[in-house]
């Protein structure tokens, strides 16, 4: 069965990478949730995808120049009105915040490194260690563009599971993913043919295209029953997928 990945939470329906996001793609059905880390200026790890604040939040600047407390001041919800709160408005959480949350669930959650633009110091011994932590071990995936960081990763802990996300066509990327010890691929749907994604799951490499939220693309991966799909819209997903594993 097609396992359903919310991108940032729900994110086509609510703030992304908020809780109020992860768990609505938890309400709707969803087998686990995706977000993106960096660190902030205290060495937090923080849950948003961009490396600044300016785009998701009322505030400017770099999330590793703001401290936690300044980034706990912002109002997450910015760029998407409705949710905005006199009472409480979403903020940026922090990585344990959505660990906690999990305890009282069963989601996996893949945690993409948003490394490649900044090199943040530690974040991969850090991250390890509070998965360790909350004995995660099982259901952490570790994705991101950064493939040397992937593979510290993997030096670091290979009881991990790690998927490299790509977005041009690879030849033959099972055979990349063995060579950087990963166990899944985390393709643009466009880097992503029906052929491709079959030859990878044959060689024992899950497949989990990004980002998929038509209905005619999500079909077509159900029906070769790829290993899972990461969407902005997981209610829409969990609907369509009872069609085709009843």
């Known amino acids: 069965m097609t396992l359903i990945f919310a991108h940032r939470g729900s994110a086509g329906t609510h703030p992304e990478n908020t809780m109020e996001s992860f768990i609505a ?74 660990f906690e949350w999990m305890r009282g669930n069963d989601l996996q959650c893949n945690i993409e490194m948003k490394n490649g633009k900044i090199m943040y110091p530690l974040l991969e011994e850090k991250m390890i260690q ?59 749907l466009k880097a992503a043919p029906d052929m491709i994604i079959q030859g990878a799951m044959a060689d024992g490499i899950a497949v989990r295209p990004y980002t998929v939220n038509k209905e005619s693309d999500m079909e077509r991966l159900m029906n070769i029953q790829c290993s899972a799909i990461i969407t902005d819209y997981p209610a829409k997903a969990v609907k369509l997928r009872r069609k085709f594993f009843k």
């Open 25 to 98: 793609a938890e309400r709707s059905g969803a087998d686990g949730i995706e977000l993106d880390v960096h660190l902030s200026k205290d060495g937090e790890i923080v849950v948003i995808h961009d490396e600044t604040v300016d785009r998701t939040t009322n505030g400017k600047g770099f999330v590793h120049q703001l401290s936690i407390a300044e980034l706990k001041e912002l109002n997450a919800s910015y760029k998407f009105k409705t949710f905005q709160s006199f009472i409480r408005s979403p903020k940026i959480p922090t990585l344990k915040e959505v």
């Open 130 to 188: 509070l998965i360790r932590d909350y004995q995660y071990e099982e259901r952490i995936i570790i994705s991101s563009f950064n493939h040397y960081s992937l593979v510290h990763c993997y030096q670091l802990a290979p009881e991990l599971e790690t998927a490299p996300l790509y977005s041009d066509g690879l030849y033959m990327p099972w055979v990349y993913a063995h060579a950087i010890h990963a166990k899944g691929l985390h393709p643009n």
